[in-house]
């Protein structure tokens, strides 16, 4: 058959893949800036990973807090990102977000609101006030379905169950996307001058997280195959809070919200524990007793609980507590808000949480206490890109979201992810939609390039016999869990990589049974390249950092270092090799550097 | 170590039939547990949709023993040990293949309805609305999109022929909440009683019988959408008012 033949093709200014959070944005940017817009998502519009952020949306609107400002965010995201953050980018986000919120506002979202009728804004880890507006613990829900509904009601080209492969190129510059139609199997092209990655995140290479099965790396993998940096691969946000039992739901994700609405944390022994591991770096702001703590909740003007650190602090206490054999019976700690709050407060404030822990666990989390503990959550690193325009280092292609590095640094605090998406998303499109009106001519797609693809996409097909995807796959969920975990040292790491390369081997002797008809063993196939290479990039990174930061603790190198904290490990392919470096951060103006050195 | 019995059904458009599958029951698993453990040892190309896995996002529907179910939501110990577990897709859509069901009906209506549209902000340029304003409204934007209540729901699911003239309680729900928010100024009402035929529904509550958020479709959505048809076309004193000013609809 002719290649033509063998796929369809479609033509368009800017094609955004992925439709969570930052990938709707985008799409509506290009699309309001007149460029031809095609949004590519692998799931049903709607189902993307945004649709379970629980806790809210970081904003300083200062409808709850006068004092808070743009600068004040700032800081806390640069303190929480142990100042690795992109300072660019995390002085951007905390400008514009409160424009983003009331954006979605305008488009029809409904947040709780304060008693004189404004968003409503909650506490939340390593955020000085309370800064999130959100409704109740499903604040990723309403967002999703805002911005979808938004998106259709603009008339935008959504291709649904569509998954992209690859990226093409006409010379330097991006020229297309490649992939297939998960319902048919049938191959896709996507000409096109500029394209926006929004593909989220890696969780999907761990065995405990609260990720979905699209968290598979998508972008981070394509963006290196066509030549793009990325950096902060070794920073992986493990969150505090995962269910830990029963073992099915094991990662399943328990709202930071529980905490900020005045949930705490207790050990086997019923210590509040996380007094024990305040960091010097927090120290001046923490609460250093219980009764401190408590008078807290009452008078936020007073030192907080060390319950809400950044979340890379309390995952560690965590860690530490259940490996000294303070956990509980399933291997967590405890979360308690029953003590603190009634029955009707935890219900209102945390409605799906109640629901989940009855449905799934048996557990009423209005009379006992939860059991949780560590799940991989949320990658730091991605695609490198340009702070403004969001620009990776290869033309026409840009990225947004948690497919993009840079702002969170070392470590997110929560509440910045949802609003890094709208903020960084519109950019991505406003920036690709400029990008592509300035080219002139359409970009020219390789069809050799396009033949290869497809035959490397059809060869599992051809295998007998071989091995099983979803085998390999857990290999290398448990490979990541146990050896490039939460803690980490440079043995296990280079076990790591061996283990790593020969999974490598095993997925080139994969074979899928079936047709190519809906088919999740075949679309796992394709799927363990991608994520084998971003597991190579997250240990590689993470044995090239010789020091303990953020999301990333080396039992061999337990403390933090100067000359470590002026660079980021950057990942590149170099031929058939991934390789990895070190660069410096771009340099702080002065200004921004007095914040930082403000007391709090 | 026990077993559990699973028959899913397979096949595609042209037709299919359940199979059985026997898989080692775990501690504490939900339905979607044990199909994807059948997936990964059993049947590697059995199409199921998931994603969160907590109830949150709306994709695994199917029927289970004939009970329209989110799978994820589901747990194996609701059911007597020994019985064998029977799952079908959803039943008012079209099959793709196994339990993946097309459900394209759902998105191609919600094109249809007339956008949010906010009047003007307060004097001081903020939106200001209080929470018990906004309560009914979150209690709509709660909807997951399982698209269990369009599942249930007779109109369609007996009588496919419908579709064209129904919309279905997923979007009655989502009409009511851009009826019922306090900013919006757009109306829909000829939509309501026309394209979106809500006078085919006679209020038989299948729908928030099967709804995973608890959401009361029937009684804080259609009932009050169909009040307002009422007042709207019905109303005497409503329909002389407009004869006398030549207003239309």
Redesign the interface.
Request: charged share 25%; glycine share 10%; net charge negative.
């Given at each position: 058959m002719a290649v033509a033949d063998r796929y369809e093709t479609h033509e368009y200014d800017v094609v955004v893949i992925g439709a969570g959070g930052a990938g709707l944005r985008a799409a509506i940017e290009a699309s309001a800036q007149g460029a031809k817009t095609a949004l590519v998502c692998k799931s049903l519009l709607g189902k993307a990973h945004t649709v379970m952020a629980e806790g809210g949306i970081a904003a300083a609107l200062r409808n709850v807090w006068q004092e808070d400002s743009w600068q004040v965010h700032f800081r806390d995201t640069m303190r929480g990102g142990k100042l690795l953050n992109n300072w660019r980018m995390a002085q951007i986000h905390a400008q514009e977000a409160p424009d983003r919120v009331l954006e979605l506002e305008e488009w029809g979202a409904l947040f709780d609101r304060t008693a004189d009728g404004l968003i409503l804004q909650r506490d939340f880890g390593g955020h000085r006030y309370a800064r999130l507006a959100h409704v109740g613990d499903r604040t990723g829900l309403e967002m999703i379905r805002t911005l979808q509904q938004h998106a259709v009601h603009k008339g935008i080209d959504v291709y649904m169950e569509c998954t992209i492969q690859q990226l093409l190129k006409d010379g330097e510059r991006i020229a297309g996307a490649f992939g297939y139609w998960r319902e048919s199997g049938k191959l896709v092209l996507f000409k096109a001058r500029a394209v926006v990655m929004a593909t989220g995140g890696i969780g999907k290479i761990y065995k405990i997280t609260s990720n979905s099965w699209e968290y598979t790396g998508d972008g981070l993998a394509m963006g290196l195959d066509v030549g793009a940096d990325l950096i902060d691969m070794e920073m992986v946000q493990f969150h505090p809070t995962g269910m830990v039992w029963p073992p099915s739901v094991r990662g399943i994700l328990v709202t930071e919200g529980v905490r900020g609405d005045g949930g705490t944390l207790k050990n086997s022994e019923g210590r509040r524990f996380m007094f024990d591991y305040v960091p010097e770096f927090f120290r001046a702001e923490t609460a250093e007793t219980e009764e401190e703590a408590d008078a807290w909740y009452m008078d936020k003007t007073r030192r907080r609980t060390p319950d809400l650190l950044p979340r890379d602090e309390v995952a560690r206490a965590i860690n530490a507590e259940v490996k000294a054999g303070r956990g509980s019976p399933h291997g967590g700690v405890f979360l308690d808000i029953a003590a603190r709050r009634d029955a009707e407060y935890i219900k209102k404030r945390l409605p799906s949480m109640y629901h989940q822990f009855k449905e799934l666990a048996d557990v009423d989390i209005t009379a006992e206490a939860m059991e949780v503990g560590p799940t991989c959550h949320y990658q730091m690193g991605g695609l490198r890109v340009d702070a403004d325009t969001t620009a990776t280092t290869v033309p026409g292609l840009f990225a947004a979201g948690e497919a993009a590095a840079g702002l969170h640094g070392a470590n997110r605090l929560g509440g910045n992810s949802l609003s890094d998406l709208v903020v960084f998303g519109r950019r991505a499109g406003l920036y690709a939609a400029e990008y592509a009106a300035g080219l002139s001519g359409s970009a020219a797609v390789d069809d050799g390039e396009v033949e290869a693809a497809a035959c490397a996409m059809l060869a599992p097909f051809e295998a007998e016999g071989g091995e099983n995807p979803y085998a390999i796959h857990a290999d290398l969920e448990a490979c990541m869990h146990e050896l490039v975990g939460i803690i980490r040292t440079e043995s296990e790491l280079l076990r790591a990589l061996d283990e790593i390369g020969r999974l490598r081997e095993r997925a080139k002797r994969v074979s899928v049974q079936g047709n190519r008809q809906y088919n999740p063993g075949w679309h796992l196939a394709l799927d363990l390249p991608t994520m084998l290479t971003v597991a190579e990039a997250v240990t590689r990174s993470a044995i090239e950092r010789r020091e303990s930061r953020g999301g990333h603790t080396r039992e061999d190198y337990p403390t933090t270092d100067r000359d470590f904290g002026q660079v980021n490990v950057v990942t590149r392919r170099v031929g058939e090799e991934i390789r990895v470096c070190q660069e410096p951060l771009p340099e702080m103006p002065d200004e921004l550097k007095r914040i930082l050195e403000e007391k709090g | 170590m026990d077993e559990v019995t699973m028959r899913l059904w397979r096949g595609?458009r042209s037709g299919g039939a359940h199979q059985e599958y026997r898989v080692a029951a775990?501690?504490?698993?939900?339905v979607l547990?044990v199909v994807h453990r059948i997936?990964?040892?059993q049947a590697?190309?059995?199409?199921?949709?998931?994603?969160?896995?907590?109830?949150?996002?709306?994709?695994c529907s199917a029927e289970v023993n004939g009970r329209p179910r989110l799978m994820c939501?589901t747990?194996m110990n609701t059911f007597p040990a020994g019985e064998t577990i029977t799952i079908s897709p959803i039943k008012a859509f079209p099959p793709?293949?196994?339990l993946?069901t097309d459900?394209s009906f759902n998105?191609e209506k919600?094109?249809a309805?007339p956008?949010?549209k906010?009047g003007p902000k307060e004097a001081d340029g903020?939106?200001?609305?209080?929470?018990e304003d906004?309560d009914r409204?979150?209690e709509f934007?709660?909807?997951?999109?399982c698209f269990l209540c369009q599942d249930v729901c007779h109109v369609i699911r007996d009588h496919p022929e419908n579709q064209p003239a129904f919309a279905g309680p997923r979007l009655f729900v989502r009409l009511a909440a851009?009826e019922m928010?306090p900013?919006?100024t757009n109306d829909r009402l000829e939509l309501i009683k026309q394209q979106a035929g809500l006078g085919y529904c006679n209020i038989t509550k299948c729908c928030t019988e099967v709804c995973p958020e608890g959401i009361k479709i029937t009684d804080n959505a259609i009932i009050p959408l169909k009040e307002r048809v009422v007042t709207e076309y019905h109303d005497p004193v409503i329909w002389l008012v407009r004869k006398v000013r030549g207003q239309k609809r």
């Amino acid at each position: 058959m002719a290649v033509a033949d063998r796929y369809e093709t479609h033509e368009y200014d800017v094609v955004v893949i992925g439709a969570g959070g930052a990938g709707l944005r985008a799409a509506i940017e290009a699309s309001a800036q007149g460029a031809k817009t095609a949004l590519v998502c692998k799931s049903l519009l709607g189902k993307a990973h945004t649709v379970m952020a629980e806790g809210g949306i970081a904003a300083a609107l200062r409808n709850v807090w006068q004092e808070d400002s743009w600068q004040v965010h700032f800081r806390d995201t640069m303190r929480g990102g142990k100042l690795l953050n992109n300072w660019r980018m995390a002085q951007i986000h905390a400008q514009e977000a409160p424009d983003r919120v009331l954006e979605l506002e305008e488009w029809g979202a409904l947040f709780d609101r304060t008693a004189d009728g404004l968003i409503l804004q909650r506490d939340f880890g390593g955020h000085r006030y309370a800064r999130l507006a959100h409704v109740g613990d499903r604040t990723g829900l309403e967002m999703i379905r805002t911005l979808q509904q938004h998106a259709v009601h603009k008339g935008i080209d959504v291709y649904m169950e569509c998954t992209i492969q690859q990226l093409l190129k006409d010379g330097e510059r991006i020229a297309g996307a490649f992939g297939y139609w998960r319902e048919s199997g049938k191959l896709v092209l996507f000409k096109a001058r500029a394209v926006v990655m929004a593909t989220g995140g890696i969780g999907k290479i761990y065995k405990i997280t609260s990720n979905s099965w699209e968290y598979t790396g998508d972008g981070l993998a394509m963006g290196l195959d066509v030549g793009a940096d990325l950096i902060d691969m070794e920073m992986v946000q493990f969150h505090p809070t995962g269910m830990v039992w029963p073992p099915s739901v094991r990662g399943i994700l328990v709202t930071e919200g529980v905490r900020g609405d005045g949930g705490t944390l207790k050990n086997s022994e019923g210590r509040r524990f996380m007094f024990d591991y305040v960091p010097e770096f927090f120290r001046a702001e923490t609460a250093e007793t219980e009764e401190e703590a408590d008078a807290w909740y009452m008078d936020k003007t007073r030192r907080r609980t060390p319950d809400l650190l950044p979340r890379d602090e309390v995952a560690r206490a965590i860690n530490a507590e259940v490996k000294a054999g303070r956990g509980s019976p399933h291997g967590g700690v405890f979360l308690d808000i029953a003590a603190r709050r009634d029955a009707e407060y935890i219900k209102k404030r945390l409605p799906s949480m109640y629901h989940q822990f009855k449905e799934l666990a048996d557990v009423d989390i209005t009379a006992e206490a939860m059991e949780v503990g560590p799940t991989c959550h949320y990658q730091m690193g991605g695609l490198r890109v340009d702070a403004d325009t969001t620009a990776t280092t290869v033309p026409g292609l840009f990225a947004a979201g948690e497919a993009a590095a840079g702002l969170h640094g070392a470590n997110r605090l929560g509440g910045n992810s949802l609003s890094d998406l709208v903020v960084f998303g519109r950019r991505a499109g406003l920036y690709a939609a400029e990008y592509a009106a300035g080219l002139s001519g359409s970009a020219a797609v390789d069809d050799g390039e396009v033949e290869a693809a497809a035959c490397a996409m059809l060869a599992p097909f051809e295998a007998e016999g071989g091995e099983n995807p979803y085998a390999i796959h857990a290999d290398l969920e448990a490979c990541m869990h146990e050896l490039v975990g939460i803690i980490r040292t440079e043995s296990e790491l280079l076990r790591a990589l061996d283990e790593i390369g020969r999974l490598r081997e095993r997925a080139k002797r994969v074979s899928v049974q079936g047709n190519r008809q809906y088919n999740p063993g075949w679309h796992l196939a394709l799927d363990l390249p991608t994520m084998l290479t971003v597991a190579e990039a997250v240990t590689r990174s993470a044995i090239e950092r010789r020091e303990s930061r953020g999301g990333h603790t080396r039992e061999d190198y337990p403390t933090t270092d100067r000359d470590f904290g002026q660079v980021n490990v950057v990942t590149r392919r170099v031929g058939e090799e991934i390789r990895v470096c070190q660069e410096p951060l771009p340099e702080m103006p002065d200004e921004l550097k007095r914040i930082l050195e403000e007391k709090g | 170590m026990d077993e559990v019995t699973m028959r899913l059904w397979r096949g595609d458009r042209s037709g299919g039939a359940h199979q059985e599958y026997r898989v080692a029951a775990q501690e504490g698993e939900v339905v979607l547990d044990v199909v994807h453990r059948i997936q990964a040892t059993q049947a590697p190309d059995l199409a199921v949709r998931w994603n969160c896995k907590a109830g949150k996002c709306g994709s695994c529907s199917a029927e289970v023993n004939g009970r329209p179910r989110l799978m994820c939501m589901t747990r194996m110990n609701t059911f007597p040990a020994g019985e064998t577990i029977t799952i079908s897709p959803i039943k008012a859509f079209p099959p793709i293949k196994d339990l993946v069901t097309d459900v394209s009906f759902n998105f191609e209506k919600a094109k249809a309805v007339p956008a949010f549209k906010p009047g003007p902000k307060e004097a001081d340029g903020t939106r200001r609305m209080f929470q018990e304003d906004v309560d009914r409204v979150q209690e709509f934007h709660k909807c997951i999109e399982c698209f269990l209540c369009q599942d249930v729901c007779h109109v369609i699911r007996d009588h496919p022929e419908n579709q064209p003239a129904f919309a279905g309680p997923r979007l009655f729900v989502r009409l009511a909440a851009l009826e019922m928010h306090p900013l919006d100024t757009n109306d829909r009402l000829e939509l309501i009683k026309q394209q979106a035929g809500l006078g085919y529904c006679n209020i038989t509550k299948c729908c928030t019988e099967v709804c995973p958020e608890g959401i009361k479709i029937t009684d804080n959505a259609i009932i009050p959408l169909k009040e307002r048809v009422v007042t709207e076309y019905h109303d005497p004193v409503i329909w002389l008012v407009r004869k006398v000013r030549g207003q239309k609809r």
